[in-house]
């Protein structure tokens, strides 16, 4: 298979631009016209919201709404403009559906149905699966590597790339529940935690691909190699937390580390021999693929519940279990081959 196609196929989703999404629903003067009336009377239409009466400066006169509610319901923090915001967007979208007319976005987002305060309910419980599905790959990966093969006399394993798993799996795992809380209410704090979680996932994913394919075992060579990237996506985390959240900026850099990752993974796989490269074509064809088409072409949510994230999410959980699976072979291929050398 010649690799330099794939590369150049890669190259071409990476550089694709999607269409200008501009919030349309923003500016439609029947919205506009119920946020007025919500934030005056507390009502959209005949449904109405306690506590929900702002001051001439804007403010709540009761402080925020989550704050008059049970203290079990207060996670959610949805206020009155929040509120409003939300069943205004949806009062609209159902009287936009009934002319004909197709969904827009409201302040940057597809509208979604709520589910018990959860804004998007089937992105959720697929991140859900998603973070049991790799912890259960990481344990199984962990009682593999210590407890079925044969370990070195110092108990170390003979896989050199242990060490390097264990910190990709935690790494994925905190990114996995961020982006299940982030899809749970999506305010400020939880969209910076899930963007910075994800970006250091990625990063460490692609020193992680780096040392794998070029074969890099000597430590020295390893620190060379990861200090420039954890320098790098530390000072990038850093710029987006304390100086400019730019989630343009942030698209663009976990564009690129993905990008570069994913051709040194099929660069690798096309020279290899290894017996489950086909496993490694699988994941990153297709994972990457999605993860690209995903940015590249977005659309209205099914039913209001399910956009391209969620169908991204949901084919994340069969190539997730390919993925370790690979992960598991390569330590069983490695420590067999250590152990024919040294017989």
Known sequence: MDWSRWVLVFVAFFCLVRGLGASDGDADPVYKSCLEECQTTGCVGKKCFQHCKFSSDGKPIDGPWYHQEPLYQRWKQWDCQSDCEYHCMISREDERLELGLKPVKYHGRWPFHRVYGIQEPVSVALAAVILALQFH??????????????????????????????????????AWFWCAVYHTRDVELTEKLYFSSTVAWVGFSLILATLRAFDIRDEAARVMIAAPVIAFV??????????????????????????VQVLIWLVWATATRHPSRWKLWLVVLVGGSLSMLVEVYDFAPLGRYVDARAIWHAAAIPLGYIWWSFVRDDAEFRTSSLLKKTK
């Open 137 to 174: 790959g990481w344990i199984s990966f962990f009682i593999l590597v210590y407890y079925k093969l044969s370990l070195r006399p110092n108990k170390k394993t003979y896989y050199e790339y242990t060490g390097l798993w264990h910190i990709y799996a935690l790494l994925c795992m905190n």
């Open 234 to 259: 530390t000072t990038h985390i850093l710029y987006l937390n304390f100086y400019n959240f730019d989630k343009g900026l942030n698209a663009k850099v976990s564009g690129a580390l993905t990008l």
